[in-house]
């Protein structure tokens, strides 16, 4: 049984030569990268470039064919996904958003309760430790609803919330489970520009309350240079350039490997185009 000691704090990534193949397809093809603790590291690249399999194989929800993923220089290939997300890797997205009947208040509440186990016999019984428990519960969730100002929707339920404020619930409750090392798998998809923009602040907001690592997959290319101490650019499974975003920007390769990206994205990295070399050159 995988049993490490883990340190406190914003967790160090190292993937190395990471490689699977789907039925025949090359999905990722000898990926390494790190992420220091503390950092942001965007993921970028075409669709299909094989961002979100290699996040799968960071969680542990697909196995690697070759290469590993450590977590503090502990080899996660033991872990499976539920004790990943015990050590504190936390994948985008989680189970709270599937009751849309809840309020935004519930749905956290519900968080917080998925981490601290009261039994419900002790709460009903009101044992003096079980009431401290629910009022550092509740602290919590306050908390959080400030850090986001989701004051006005305390009582909304998530149905009737827009798809840009559901994204901020889930981010929220993501803030709950205390991540040392957090993925998030796009997490401005099919929201608005307008709204994409605010994702910014939210975001190094999150980075800051919750005190992780961060590993970003955005097709949002301004996004994440604007946010990340790194970019990797994904293409056909590979790494093509990583570095820091300025050397990122200003490599042609690098323009390449995301012309396949939507067309939104292109048309937003303006400052790339006129750096680098134009697109008929490939
Ligand atoms: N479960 C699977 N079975 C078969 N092929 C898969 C599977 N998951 C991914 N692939 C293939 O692996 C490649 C990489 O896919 P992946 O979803 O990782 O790309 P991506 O960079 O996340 O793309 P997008 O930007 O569209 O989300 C693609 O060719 C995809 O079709
Ligand atoms: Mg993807």
């Known amino acids: 049984m995988p049993r490490a000691e883990f340190p406190t704090g914003p967790a160090r990534l190292e993937v190395r030569d990471l490689r699977v193949t789907f039925g025949g397809v ?21 669709n ?7 996040l799968d194989m960071i969680s542990g929800l697909v196995n690697p064919d070759h290469g590993t993923v450590e977590l503090d220089g502990v080899d996660l290939a033991e872990y499976m996904p539920e004790e990943r997300a015990g050590i504190g890797m936390i994948r985008s997205f989680q189970d709270c958003r599937l009751y849309p009947e809840l309020t935004v208040y519930d749905v956290l509440m519900l968080c917080e309760d998925a981490k601290r186990e009261v039994s419900v016999l002790s ?11 629910e009022r550092a519960k509740r602290d ?11 004051g006005r929707f305390h009582d909304h339920r998530t149905a009737e919330l827009s798809t840009g404020t559901r994204r901020v619930v889930d981010l ?26 605010a994702f910014i602040p939210l975001l190094q907001r999150i980075h800051q309350v919750a005190d992780t690592t961060i590993v970003l997959v955005e097709h949002d290319v301004p996004l994440v240079f604007s946010l990340c101490s790194s970019v990797v650019v994904m293409e056909l499974g590979r ?9 990122v920007r200003a490599d042609p390769k690098a323009l390449m490997a995301y012309l396949g990206a939507s067309d939104e994205a292109i048309m937003a990295s303006g400052p790339v185009h006129q750096d680098s070399a134009a697109p008929g050159d490939q």
Do not use: C, H, M, Y
């Open 26 to 46: 090359r999905a990722v093809d000898d990926v390494s990268f790190s992420a220091e603790p503390g950092a942001i590291v965007g993921l970028i690249g075409a």
């Open 48 to 54: 299909g470039s094989g961002k979100t399999t290699t």
């Open 123 to 133: 709460t009903t019984l009101q044992l003096p430790w079980a009431r401290r428990a």
């Open 140 to 150: 919590a969730v306050d908390q959080v609803i400030d850090a986001f100002g989701l």
């Open 172 to 197: 929220a409750s993501i803030v709950l489970a205390n991540p040392r090392l957090l993925l998030l798998d796009e997490p401005t998809a099919g929201i608005a520009q307008r709204e994409a923009e």
């Open 239 to 247: 790494v093509a350039v990583a570095g820091p975003p300025g050397e």
